[in-house]
């Protein structure tokens, strides 16, 4: 163990930095974890250089998880539940990313399906059937539709006209802004900033969850993010929808001759990808707000998917972790302030843990190169 033997019977010690590299680039899981503390490591260190105690942030850490102020002693879980409603908008959106790389398309679009399930969800809202749970139920499957309709738009014109999903993506998210902004405006008794107040049963508010997290704003949201989950872990993993989804992202030429409708299933990977999106907004639009929004900017939370879904490895379970890593660090954010640490370090130590994720793509490609050198220097001794 140790030493190895060459083709001249020569010994030579194991390479034993690229073995720590294999293994660390070979489990994605490992990079992940790798990668957040070392996210951490580094704020860590910046909050030492502005003469700040770092204890203040992993303190508001722990109290958004657990609901414990180590500064008081006192306990409230109405922390945790924010840090949930924080997270599940994040998590839906990391999902429509991770949906869409994991069947070969780079969907950043995430935002105006987003802004499309909104929309949709606060006409629902405003003008749908005022009947218990119906009328949510039916406020979010208008949202599930209207952001995969958003994102089918873009599958199509890949697969019928291979324009890049990159930039129709772009270009269809001020799209879907400038159209929400449109049409809410024309709802009676909208003003520049709000429509009319929501009934009473359009909203995802759930007293038992409220109760059980002393009063936040948790809601039903929470189990329609939860189904998402599943389904995608379901649908990429054990179908055979999943199945002709993921071999057109390895290899369309491949897939083709296999039997499968590519341009199908990128129409499919796209609308499915748009509607856990649209279905973010009508959570963000119908539990964390009374009223509907006249939206003058994008919320952002399409384009922080992207970091969740990298840093969870576009799996189902692993996007689902990274984005209450992001929520909670959201959340931590006004508790690390009132404990005078800087509010960038929170987006600071996102940045770093994508930037970190990164560098895994850039040393397997050192590596493969590594590797094509030496097996070519090997054939020329031969």
Request: aromatic share 10%; net charge positive.
């Amino acid at each position: 163990m140790g030493k190895q033997t060459d083709r001249g019977n020569k010994i030579r010690p194991f390479p034993l930095r690229e073995g720590l590299l294999e293994l660390f680039t070979g489990s994605d899981g490992l990079v992940s974890v790798a990668v957040v503390l070392l996210g951490f490591l580094v704020g860590t260190v910046l909050i030492l250089l502005v003469g700040r105690n770092p204890a203040g942030m992993y303190q508001a850490i722990v109290q958004v998880l657990t609901g414990w102020d180590l500064r008081r002693g006192t306990l409230n879980v109405r922390y945790i539940g924010e840090w949930l409603i924080m997270s599940i908008p994040l998590i839906l959106c990391g999902l429509s990313m991770a949906f869409a790389a994991r069947t070969g398309l780079f969907n950043i679009g995430a935002e105006g399906q987003y802004i499309a399930g909104l929309t949709a969800a606060q006409f629902v809202a405003i003008y749908g059937p005022p009947v218990p749970v119906l009328h949510w139920v039916l406020a979010a499957a208008a949202a599930l539709i209207a952001g995969a309709l958003w994102g089918g738009i873009v599958g199509y014109f890949k697969a019928r006209f291979s324009v890049s999903e990159v930039v129709a993506t772009i270009m269809m998210n001020y799209i879907a802004l400038y159209a929400s902004r449109y049409l809410t405006m024309r709802i009676p008794g909208t003003n520049t900033f709000q429509t009319p107040p929501f009934p009473p049963t359009a909203r995802l508010s759930s007293s038992f969850l409220e109760s059980l997290t002393n009063g936040s704003r948790l809601n039903h949201g929470l189990w329609l993010t939860l189904g998402a989950v599943v389904f995608f872990w379901i649908v990429i993993g054990k179908t055979r929808l999943g199945y002709s989804l993921r071999a057109t992202g390895f290899n369309k030429e491949a897939a083709r001759y296999g039997g499968i409708n590519v341009n199908a299933a990128i129409i499919s990977a796209m609308a499915i990808s748009g509607a856990f999106a649209g279905l973010a907004g009508s959570v963000v639009s119908l539990g964390a707000f009374s009223a509907g929004r006249v939206l003058a900017v994008q919320d952002g939370y399409g384009f922080d998917g992207i970091a969740v879904a990298l840093v969870g490895n576009s799996t189902a379970w692993g996007t689902a972790l990274s984005g209450l890593l992001f929520g909670m660090l959201k959340s931590a954010q006004p508790l690390m302030q009132s404990r005078q640490i800087p509010k960038e370090i929170t987006s600071i130590i996102m940045g770093l843990v994508v930037v970190f994720i990164s560098l895994r793509g850039g040393v397997r490609i050192i590596m493969e190169w590594q590797m094509k050198e030496k097996a070519r220097k090997g054939r020329s001794m031969e």
